[in-house]
Protein backbone atom coordinates (compact mmCIF):
# COMPACT_ATOMS: atom_id res chain seq x y z
CA UNK A 1 0.00 0.00 0.00
CA UNK A 2 1.08 3.18 -0.82
CA UNK A 3 2.26 5.46 1.81
CA UNK A 4 2.42 8.94 1.81
CA UNK A 5 4.53 11.98 3.63
CA UNK A 6 4.35 15.47 3.51
CA UNK A 7 7.54 18.04 4.03
CA UNK A 8 8.12 22.11 3.16
CA UNK A 9 5.80 23.06 5.68
CA UNK A 10 6.95 26.30 7.91
CA UNK A 11 6.73 29.28 8.95
CA UNK A 12 5.98 32.19 6.52
CA UNK A 13 4.97 36.03 6.62
CA UNK A 14 1.92 37.27 4.27
CA UNK A 15 2.39 37.80 1.04
CA UNK A 16 5.04 35.34 0.79
CA UNK A 17 5.42 31.29 -0.76
CA UNK A 18 6.05 28.35 0.01
CA UNK A 19 5.83 24.61 -1.75
CA UNK A 20 4.78 22.02 -0.39
CA UNK A 21 6.22 18.12 -1.51
CA UNK A 22 4.21 14.71 -0.68
CA UNK A 23 6.26 11.99 -1.12
CA UNK A 24 4.70 8.34 -1.99
CA UNK A 25 6.45 5.35 -1.49
CA UNK A 26 5.13 3.77 -4.35
CA UNK A 27 3.77 4.35 -7.83
CA UNK A 28 1.53 7.07 -8.19
CA UNK A 29 0.93 7.42 -11.89
CA UNK A 30 -2.06 5.21 -11.80
CA UNK A 31 -3.53 6.67 -8.77
CA UNK A 32 -7.14 8.21 -9.94
CA UNK A 33 -7.09 11.42 -7.81
CA UNK A 34 -4.41 12.91 -5.78
CA UNK A 35 -4.55 15.93 -3.71
CA UNK A 36 -4.08 18.60 -1.10
CA UNK A 37 -6.42 19.39 2.10
CA UNK A 38 -5.79 21.08 4.57
CA UNK A 39 -7.59 21.82 8.45
CA UNK A 40 -7.50 25.07 10.54
CA UNK A 41 -7.87 24.33 14.55
CA UNK A 42 -11.46 24.09 15.52
CA UNK A 43 -12.62 23.68 11.69
CA UNK A 44 -13.51 20.43 9.07
CA UNK A 45 -10.82 19.75 6.94
CA UNK A 46 -11.34 20.97 3.55
CA UNK A 47 -10.37 20.59 -0.09
CA UNK A 48 -7.82 22.79 -1.47
CA UNK A 49 -6.98 21.26 -4.69
CA UNK A 50 -6.62 17.93 -7.06
CA UNK A 51 -5.15 16.88 -9.69
CA UNK A 52 -6.10 13.20 -12.05
CA UNK A 53 -4.11 11.57 -13.72
CA UNK A 54 -4.79 13.00 -16.67
CA UNK A 55 -3.85 16.28 -15.20
CA UNK A 56 -7.17 18.20 -14.69
CA UNK A 57 -6.77 19.83 -11.72
CA UNK A 58 -9.38 21.66 -9.17
CA UNK A 59 -9.14 24.45 -6.86
CA UNK A 60 -11.05 25.80 -3.74
CA UNK A 61 -11.94 29.22 -4.49
CA UNK A 62 -10.30 30.99 -2.58
CA UNK A 63 -6.73 29.72 -3.61
CA UNK A 64 -7.33 29.80 -7.15
CA UNK A 65 -4.60 32.14 -8.51
CA UNK A 66 -2.61 31.92 -5.76
CA UNK A 67 -2.01 27.88 -5.26
CA UNK A 68 -0.65 25.79 -8.09
CA UNK A 69 -0.55 21.87 -7.64
CA UNK A 70 1.30 19.66 -9.77
CA UNK A 71 2.02 15.81 -9.70
CA UNK A 72 6.29 14.28 -10.86
CA UNK A 73 4.39 10.93 -11.79
CA UNK A 74 8.50 9.77 -12.47
CA UNK A 75 9.38 11.13 -9.04
CA UNK A 76 6.00 9.78 -7.41
CA UNK A 77 5.53 13.35 -5.79
CA UNK A 78 2.52 15.43 -5.61
CA UNK A 79 3.48 18.97 -5.21
CA UNK A 80 1.63 22.54 -4.33
CA UNK A 81 3.32 25.61 -5.31
CA UNK A 82 1.76 28.06 -2.69
CA UNK A 83 2.41 32.29 -3.85
CA UNK A 84 0.77 35.20 -2.00
CA UNK A 85 -0.15 33.50 1.29
CA UNK A 86 -2.71 35.14 3.77
CA UNK A 87 -3.16 34.18 7.46
CA UNK A 88 -6.32 32.26 6.36
CA UNK A 89 -4.25 30.00 4.79
CA UNK A 90 -2.75 29.07 8.10
CA UNK A 91 -3.66 25.30 8.95
CA UNK A 92 -2.12 21.36 9.12
CA UNK A 93 -2.22 20.55 5.06
CA UNK A 94 -2.81 16.81 3.89
CA UNK A 95 -1.60 15.12 1.42
CA UNK A 96 -4.47 12.83 -0.60
CA UNK A 97 -4.29 9.67 -3.14
CA UNK A 98 -7.66 8.44 -4.18
CA UNK A 99 -9.11 5.57 -5.91
CA UNK A 100 -12.38 3.92 -6.40
CA UNK A 101 -11.26 1.48 -3.32
CA UNK A 102 -9.32 3.76 -1.19
CA UNK A 103 -8.16 6.99 0.04
CA UNK A 104 -4.95 7.45 1.56
CA UNK A 105 -3.78 10.58 3.84
CA UNK A 106 -0.33 11.35 4.74
CA UNK A 107 0.30 12.53 8.01
CA UNK A 108 0.04 16.86 7.28
CA UNK A 109 2.57 19.39 7.21
CA UNK A 110 2.07 22.81 8.99
CA UNK A 111 1.77 25.99 7.72
CA UNK A 112 2.26 29.03 9.47
CA UNK A 113 1.22 32.84 7.86
CA UNK A 114 1.99 34.98 10.04
CA UNK A 115 4.21 38.29 10.49
Known amino acids: QVQLVESGGGLVQPGGSLTLSCAASGNIFSIPTMGWYRQAPGNQRELVAT???????RYADDVKGRFTISRDNAKNTLYLQMNSLKPGDTAVYYC?????????WGQGTQVTVSS
Open 51 to 57: ITKGGTK
Open 96 to 104: NARSISSSL
